[in-house]
């Protein structure tokens, strides 16, 4: 089993959509969880932190759930600028492990 | 602006040939600093965990002889690519942070192509 999966996509949604996207880790001992976006051929870029209580982000909310080892990631009211791959990445001890990301697409 | 800076983001060499691959954080100072590979519409593989004044951590698989990793300096880490072949080719990207699990600021990669 990987240690952090996520849902492998690719999502297609139309552009106003609400899409959410899911991440499990294994290790319960993680500390730090983070939200990243990649464009095709670019470096990731930080789309946000998640924390326990929840957060968000104008139109992006992501909540951690520690008990069940989850993570997920809400975008509300889908742009065609938000077409990217979306990486979960979990932190222990100074070691961040990635998911290998959900592709999305979002059409006119 | 970009707080890590990596270089260069293009590199086409002959096979045989051995490529070095440069990483700065601009701004803060970084004991620690990870280099990744990425290979098209795959996720990044962490390859090695560079740390400053001490040998660097490779992970599972990866061959130490072959990538080369030296932390002279705080703010300076690079990966040679020693004797490239053409199954080399791939993505190779750098990242630091500030402090120990927070979030991670990444160069803009390198596009290795091994002819």
């Known amino acids: 089993r990987k240690e952090v999966e996520q849902d492998p996509g690719p999502f297609n949604v139309p552009e106003g959509a609400t899409v959410a996207f899911n991440c499990t880790y294994s290790?319960?001992?993680?500390?730090?969880f983070f939200w990243y976006r990649q464009d095709c051929r670019k470096e990731p870029k930080l789309l946000m932190s998640v924390y326990s209580s929840g957060n968000e982000d104008g139109r992006f909310t992501a909540q951690l759930n520690r008990a069940s080892q989850y993570i997920s990631l809400l975008i509300r009211d889908s742009k065609l600028s938000d077409s990217a791959t979306y990486l979960c990445v979990v932190n222990n001890a100074g070691k961040s492990t990635f998911g290998d990301g959900t592709t999305l697409t979002v059409k006119p | 602006g970009a707080v890590v800076s990596q270089h260069p983001s293009w590199v086409i060499c002959k096979s045989g040939t051995s490529v070095k691959i440069e990483c700065r954080s601009l701004d803060f100072q970084a004991t620690t600093m990870f280099w990744y590979r990425q290979f098209p519409k795959q996720s990044l593989m962490l390859m090695a965990t560079s740390n400053e004044g001490s040998k660097a951590t490779y992970e599972q698989g990866v061959e130490k002889d072959k990538f080369l990793i030296n932390h002279a300096s705080l703010t300076l880490s690079t990966l040679t690519v020693t004797s490239a072949h053409p199954e080399d080719s791939s993505f190779y990207i750098c990242s630091a942070n500030r402090e120990r699990g927070e979030k991670l600021f990444f160069g803009s990669g390198t596009q290795l192509s091994v002819l």
């Open positions: 290790n319960s001992a993680s500390q730090s």
